[in-house]
DNA sequence: CATTGGAAACTTGTATACAAGATGTCGTGA
DNA sequence: TCACGACATCTTGTATACAAGTTTCCAATG
C-alpha cells in the first residue's frame, strides 16, 4: 500500500530514469494491483503525469510513457539559455560569500561524483543543484520549478547524452567557468558560455543513431 | 449536460474574468448539479484547475477559487521581459513582410476596440495575440503555451490594472513602438521598452488598496 | 488457404455508494 | 450566561460496479 504522492514521485522517477521506457504500457489494473490502491486516485496520479508531459493518454485504449519530443528540448534549452544569462549576468555583481561557498562546495561535489560508482546518477543530480542554487540565489526559484514542470523530455535526452564519462568532465570544467565568470565579473564571455554549456552538441547524431525508438516521430 | 472540456474553458473564463472572486467556493456537488455531470468527472476539471492553480484544494475541507499571488505576478513579468526582449531582438533582422502585416492589422484592430463597448475584454484578447504573434514569429509558440498555463495569477492582476480607458491608450501606444523598433532595426531602444510595457506600474498602491481582498496574504 | 464475422477479453470513462475528516449547531450542564 | 460535548451535516477521498469503445483471436464460410 503506497500513498499517491510515492506513486507519484516513483513513476516519475521510473520514467525519468528511462527504466521506464518511452512507449511502455502503463496500464491502471496492473498499476492498482502493484501499489495495492484502487483505480480512483491511482487515476488522480496518472492525470498528472499526463498533465505533465509523463505519459500519452489514449482513450479506451491505454496510457504509453510519452516518447522523447526534441522539439521540446530544443524549446526547453533555448528558454534556459536566455534566462540563465540574465540571471548569471545579474549575480556577478551581487554574489555573497555565501553564495559563492555554496557553488563551491557544489563542485567538490561533482569532482568526486564523477570517479565513483554510478557516477552519472549522482553526477546529474548534483549538476541539477548547482543550476537551481543559481536560480535560487537570484531569486527565482519560482522559475526553476515552472521549467520543470516541463522538463520530462530535456531531462530524459540529457541523460542519454551524457553516457560517456568524458561529458562530465567537460560540463563540469564549464561550470568552473562560469563560477569564475561571476566572481571575476567578466560579464562579457557569459553569453557565449552558457549558450555552449546548455545546447552542448544537441545537434549530433548520436541519440538518433542510438536511441531512435525513444524519440517522438 | 456538458463535456468536460467545455466545464474547464468555462470555469477557466470565469475564474480569469473574476466572475468567479478569489475566495469563492467550487462545491464538487453543487457544480455536479449545475453541469448535470457525475462527480467522477468534474473531479479531473477540478484536478487540472488545482494543478494550474486557479483553485486551491483543502482536503475534506473545500475547494476555493485561488486568491492572486503577487509572487508569481512578479515573476511571469520578469520571465517574460527577459524573453521578449530576446525575441523581439531576434525578429528585428528576419521579420516578415506577411508577419509585419499581421501585427498592423492586430493593432489596427485594438484601436478600434478601445473605444466600443466591452473595450477592456475585447483589447485583453488582441493584446494577448499581439505577443503571441510575437513568439509564434519567432518559433516559440511552446513557450507562449508554457507562459499562459501559469498565467492565472498575471493575467487577473493584470486586468484589474488596465480597468482606466487610459491604459489601454498607453498600451497601445507601445505596442506600436515595438512594431517600429523592430521594422527600423533599432535594437537598442527594445530592452528599456520591454522592460516598461510588461512591468508598467505594478509598483504603484491602486491595486493593494482597492482590491486588498482578492490577494493573497 | 484467405477472409470475414463475431464474440470475448481487454482498455479507460462514468456513476454511485460509502468512508472519513471538518464544521457548525443545538442542547445540556455548571 | 458561558462552556463544553454529542450529533447532524457538510466537505472531499476511495472503492467498486458498470458503460462503452478497442483490440485480439478464432472459427465459420467462401
Chains 1, 2 share one sequence.
Not at 500500500?1 to 507519484?8: N, R
Not at 568552473?176 to 571575476?184: G, Y
Request: aromatic fraction near 8%.
Amino acid at each position: 500500500m503506497s500513498t499517491k504522492k510515492e506513486i507519484l514521485n516513483l513513476l516519475k522517477h521510473e520514467i525519468l530514469n528511462l527504466t521506464l521506457k518511452p512507449g511502455t504500457i502503463l496500464s491502471e489494473t496492473v498499476l492498482s494491483e502493484r501499489f495495492q490502491i484502487s483505480r480512483t486516485p491511482l487515476r488522480d496520479v496518472l492525470k498528472q503525469l499526463s498533465i505533465e508531459s509523463y505519459i500519452d493518454v489514449y482513450p479506451k485504449k491505454g496510457n504509453l510513457v510519452s516518447y522523447i519530443d526534441l522539439e521540446s528540448v530544443e524549446q526547453i534549452i533555448y528558454l534556459r539559455s536566455v534566462l540563465e544569462k540574465d540571471i548569471i549576468k545579474g549575480l556577478s555583481g551581487s554574489l555573497t560569500l555565501k553564495g559563492i561557498m555554496e557553488l563551491k562546495k557544489n563542485l567538490e561535489e561533482q569532482k568526486n561524483a564523477i570517479y565513483q560508482e554510478h557516477a552519472l546518477e549522482h553526477f546529474l543530480m548534483l549538476d541539477d543543484t548547482f543550476h537551481r542554487t543559481l536560480f535560487t540565489l537570484a531569486g527565482h526559484e519560482f522559475l526553476w520549478k515552472l521549467i520543470k514542470f516541463s522538463n520530462v523530455h530535456y531531462e530524459r535526452y540529457r541523460r542519454l547524452h551524457m553516457l560517456k564519462q568524458e561529458k562530465l568532465e567537460k560540463v563540469l570544467n564549464e561550470h568552473h567557468m562560469i563560477l569564475d565568470c561571476m566572481t571575476n565579473h567578466e560579464t562579457d564571455k557569459v553569453d557565449e558560455l552558457v549558450q555552449h554549456h546548455l545546447r552542448e552538441d544537441i545537434n549530433s547524431l548520436y541519440l538518433l543513431e542510438n536511441f531512435a525508438d525513444y524519440i517522438k516521430a
